[in-house]
């Protein structure tokens, strides 16, 4: 019986620290991420939220060169958005499950960025700062990208 009482203690939490492994964790763990749809959705998803996190933190500076910056991450958060969007609703992922998705992790993101702020004066510290990077790695981007224009041509035709 006081197994049980532990073994149940400790599942959530185990739980919890899967969830909480960094984008590039993930990706390596699951190495043939962009051959899964649902890996590819993950992956798309939480790069679009950490993208919008960093787009929240820097809206409000006015300074040039952080506009033109907030811009860049817009732009590259809507290329995730969009696309793995797209690759939800194709496996039937319903609009609302994956709304959710994505502000549980905006959430996440926007928390720690909030708390790094507070502890290190920087934003991009730890995991969101490691997704962050994860996500700006060019040939992560261009995947989604590529998948992106792929689903116009389609529907152009």
Same mark, same amino acid.
């Given at each position: ?20 492994? +960094? ?21 798309? +998803? ?23 910056? +907030? ?46 702020? +507070? ?39």
């Amino acid at each position: 019986m006081m197994r049980l009482i532990l073994l149940a203690l400790i599942i959530p939490h185990l739980l919890l620290a899967a969830d909480n492994q +960094t984008l590039n964790q993930f990706m390596l763990k699951n190495y043939d991420w962009k051959k899964d749809p649902s890996h590819m959705v993950h992956v798309g +998803t939480r790069c679009a939220a950490v993208m919008d996190a960093a787009v929240w933190r820097m809206s409000d500076d006015s300074r040039q060169s952080v506009k033109s910056l +907030t811009e860049k991450y817009r732009g590259f958060g809507d290329v995730y958005m969009y696309s793995s969007g797209l690759l939800a609703e194709q496996i039937d992922y319903s609009s609302e499950g994956y709304t959710k998705l994505y502000k549980s992790w905006m959430d996440s993101y926007r928390a720690m960025g909030e708390e790094n702020h +507070t502890k290190y004066n920087d934003f991009f510290s730890g995991m969101l700062g490691e997704d962050f990077k994860t996500c700006m790695i060019p040939d992560n981007f261009q995947f989604y990208k590529i998948l992106l224009q792929v689903a116009a041509e389609k529907a152009g035709n």
